[in-house]
Nanobody, 124 residues
Framework: QVQLVQSGGGLVQAGDSLRLSCVAS????????MGWFRQPPGQEREFVAA????????TYADAVKGRFTISRDNTNNTMYLQMNSLKPGDTASYYC?????????????????WGQGTQVIVSS
């Protein structure tokens, strides 16, 4: 069973960049598909991005495509979310997640393991 610990996040201004990290332990990291979700205040948790086991295959939500980049380092069991050109609408609690699914799921229920969450606030 894998444990996920997140870091990064904080308060930034619109147009700024931020990088989130997610470190995995307790499992064979390279066997997991990894993803990022976010939960805006008062809203449901939504998909942001996912990355395949080899770090090559990725998929993004339309709202972040072209601005966010997901990546992973299987040597250091770490996943990243580089967020550029941040907008106030990106304000949310961000969560990393892991799954043994064979594809790149975009639904919350397909992920089995979750990080503790980290808050991102983008001011206008």
């Amino acid at each position: 069973q894998v444990q996920l610990v997140q870091s990064g996040g904080g308060l930034v201004q619109a147009g700024d960049s931020l990088r989130l990290s997610c470190v995995a332990s307790g499992g064979t990291y390279s066997t997991y598909v990894m993803g990022w979700f976010r939960q805006p205040p008062g809203q449901e948790r939504e998909f942001v991005a996912a990355i395949g086991r080899n770090g090559i295959t990725t998929t993004y939500a339309d709202a972040v495509k072209g601005r966010f980049t997901i990546s992973r380092d299987n040597t250091n069991n770490t996943m990243y979310l580089q967020m550029n050109s941040l907008k106030p609408g990106d304000t949310a609690s961000y969560y990393c997640a892991a799954t043994l699914a064979l594809v790149l799921p975009t639904t919350r229920s397909r992920y089995n393991y979750w990080g503790q969450g980290t808050q991102v606030i983008v001011s206008s």
